[in-house]
T-cell receptor, first 110, second 117 residues
Framework: DAKTTQPPSMDCAEGRAANLPCNHSTISGNEYVYWYRQIHSQGPQYIIHGLKNNETNEMASLIITEDRKSSTLILPHATLRDTAVYYCIVRVYNNNDMRFGAGTRLTVKP | DTEVTQTPKHLVMGMTNKKSLKCEQHMGHRAMYWYKQKAKKPPELMFVYSYEKLSINESVPSRFSPECPNSSLLNLHLHALQPEDSALYLC????????????????FGSGTQLSVL
């Protein structure tokens, strides 16, 4: 059973914010939300993770709803290099089990 | 050094061949992972080693045989593969500190593109 649901594809204009949604309605209290992305022909790259508070780093912001059933990854100023498949993953505390769902293919257009 | 190095980058093998994929990291990570990725699909977890011991085996066929000879190295031995095993094989590592919270990020290599003829 997929733990997360993401739209299969999204477009974004260069320089605009890209908002990528993820539903994880069955998330448990000890599960974190992780985001990775995979640019064509490369290995996945870690972006950000969170438990219940909003998080920000140099790459992106993660907004988690109060009930933790969904989250949004925000790329504040998308560039053409942000074109990639973005994966939202929920993972139990200190667990080796990192499994990828189908992801969202984000295309940033000039 | 935050790099996971996979060799070879490309491999073509026949169904009767024996070959090995190699993965190396020097970040002191104690968990290492193998994933298989078919074109336009997400990576699929195959094996996980934690402190050099196999902790997850996703019912992978025995023609794939993982090995973790030390904390820096991870091998995937291949024997009698089928054409449908052609895929990108990704290795990853994570710190896996004892008692650490689940804020461990995985570092991925660029993968080995395998073609089985």
């Amino acid at each position: 059973d997929a733990k997360t649901t993401q739209p299969p594809s999204m477009d974004c204009a260069e320089g605009r914010a890209a908002n990528l949604p993820c539903n994880h309605s069955t998330i448990s209290g000890n599960e974190y939300v992780y985001w990775y992305r995979q640019i064509h022909s490369q290995g996945p790259q870690y972006i950000i993770h969170g438990l219940k508070n909003n998080e920000t780093n140099e790459m992106a912001s993660l907004i988690i709803t109060e009930d933790r059933k969904s989250s949004t990854l925000i790329l504040p100023h998308a560039t053409l290099r942000d074109t990639a498949v973005y994966y939202c993953i929920v993972r139990v505390y200190n667990n080796n089990d990192m499994r990828f769902g189908a992801g969202t293919r984000l295309t940033v257009k000039p | 050094d935050t790099e996971v190095t996979q060799t070879p980058k490309h491999l073509v093998m026949g169904m009767t061949n024996k070959k090995s994929l190699k993965c190396e990291q020097h970040m002191g990570h104690r968990a290492m992972y193998w994933y298989k990725q078919k074109a336009k699909k997400p990576p699929e977890l195959m094996f996980v080693y934690s402190y050099e011991k196999l902790s997850i085996n996703e019912s992978v066929p025995s023609r794939f045989s993982p090995e973790c000879p030390n904390s820096s190295l991870l091998n995937l031995h291949l024997h009698a593969l089928q054409p449908e095993d052609s895929a990108l094989y990704l290795c990853a590592s994570s710190q896996k500190r004892a008692g650490a919270r689940a804020n461990e990020k995985l570092f991925f290599g660029s993968g080995t593109q395998l073609s089985v003829l």
